[in-house]
């Protein structure tokens, strides 16, 4: 049931372009994505759901192909602010209020 | 608003030994959530809550038990701990369903069993 994310982990200069992407073998309802620094909590930063309404962050963008059950994460311009471990977390349909979050993927902004 | 609170942050305890940690909310929310990270592992959810009195299981409970017996707490219970429960916890919560709103976390504990 947990989504896989690819890569596990990217290393990017400041101002360079990342993708991270989320798969799940389940049909899935919703897709939220987080972030979390060392030593953290995980801090949200966006949800997609089925039907194409998001909320989440000014900055951040995200993609979620329903048919394929894949979301992708857009990380532009980066900074070093961000930095960290980021985690997709899905909630499939019919499973009632269960939630799954991925292994992360470790993202590393140099100057 | 001192939003998601965890209490300890740091335990050590002997195999065999009982525990609970203690979550708190202040934001009013529905549902409350008991997660374990370990490395490599992302975050795995061990208990839910969809409501006061109400509990469910995720995808790793055993061993753990849980109680909501009023809105803003959320208490996860280790009768026996063993070594494989040695994790960071995390805590959280959120106003609606997890699928739709999003979920606001606590700073943790880091428990350790020997």
């Known amino acids: 049931q947990q989504p896989v994310q690819s890569p596990q982990a990217v290393i990017l200069r400041e101002g360079e372009d990342a993708v991270i992407n989320c798969s799940s073998s389940k049909a899935l309802y919703s897709v939220h994505w987080y972030r979390q620094k060392h030593g953290e909590a995980p801090v949200f930063l966006m949800i997609l759901l089925k039907g194409g309404e998001q909320k989440g962050h000014d900055k951040i963008s995200a993609s979620f192909n329903e048919k394929k059950q894949q979301s992708s994460l857009y990380l532009t311009a980066s900074q070093l602010s961000y930095s960290g471990t980021y985690f997709c977390?899905?909630?499939?349909?019919?499973?009632?209020?269960?939630?799954?979050f991925g292994t992360g993927t470790s993202l590393t902004v140099i100057p | 608003n001192a939003g998601v609170t965890q209490t300890p942050k740091f335990r050590v305890l002997k195999t065999g030994q009982s525990m609970t940690l203690l979550c708190a909310q202040d934001?009013?929310?529905?549902?409350m959530y008991w997660y374990r990270q370990d490395p490599g592992m992302g975050l795995r959810l061990i208990h839910y809550?969809?409501?006061?009195?109400?509990?469910a299981k995720g995808e790793v409970p055993d061993g753990y038990n849980v109680s909501r017996l009023k809105k803003q707490n959320f208490l996860l219970g280790l009768e026996s701990a063993a070594p494989s429960q040695t994790s960071v916890y995390f805590c959280?919560?959120?106003?609606?369903?997890?699928?739709?709103?999003?979920?606001?976390f606590g700073p943790g504990t880091r428990l350790t069993v020997l």
């Open positions: 959280a919560s959120s106003p609606g369903t997890g699928g739709i709103d999003e979920q606001f």
């Open positions: 809550s969809v409501g006061e009195g109400t509990t």
């Open positions: 934001m009013n929310h529905e549902y």
């Open positions: 977390g899905t909630e499939l349909w019919n499973t009632g209020n269960q939630f799954y």
